[in-house]
């Protein structure tokens, strides 16, 4: 416990504070002996990062919790499945600098139901480079992240519905094989129509 205060660059009393508030795991055990490794050295790391952005500890620890009731990323982005989305890797830290001040455990909560995001050992997985970019530009907008997430879970919905429409059109029509390369011409479909119906709100309103 002792090296690892030294090494966090904290006492062994904020270390023990920390452990009773559930802001780090418990450490492995064998017999008397506690054995804390680098991922408790990681979330050490991690809180001081936040407390620097102003987060309290309470929050912290509402935020860990969530943290390690995440999906892992293996059953979130389905290893072996083919995607044209690019993950991104993130710390606690870097997610907090793309939605600052938004970061609240309810939002990172309804940010893993969805799936968003995913957990790998100290990191937070975003399954799309293009989602991450666009919700951390809507919020830098002033729309609020937990709007930004309900909207993204009712698109969920439709996009279902229109994979599924274009899915079975491309199965019942196309030659076998041909539905993954024929795959862009319903995605240009779904592009122009969103455009122009958003051209008739806008037109309207």
Known sequence: ???????????????????????????RREGRIAWYDAHHLARLRTIAALLERGHTLSGIADLASAFD??????????????????????????????????VTPENLVAALDLGYLATDGDEIVHISRRLLDVSSALVKEGVPLSAVLAAGREVRGHAEALASLFVGLLRSHATEGDAGRL??????VVEAELSMAMDRLLRDS
């Open 69 to 102: 009731s995440g999906r892992d990323v293996g059953e979130v982005l389905g290893l072996d499945e083919p995607t044209e989305e690019t993950p991104v890797r993130l710390t606690p830290e870097d997610l907090a600098d793309y939605f600052e001040g938004e």
């Open 183 to 188: 795959r862009p011409l319903a995605k240009s």
């Open 1 to 27: 416990m002792e090296e690892l205060a030294e090494e966090a660059g904290i006492t062994v009393r904020t270390l023990r504070f920390y452990r009773e508030r559930g802001l780090i795991p418990p450490p």
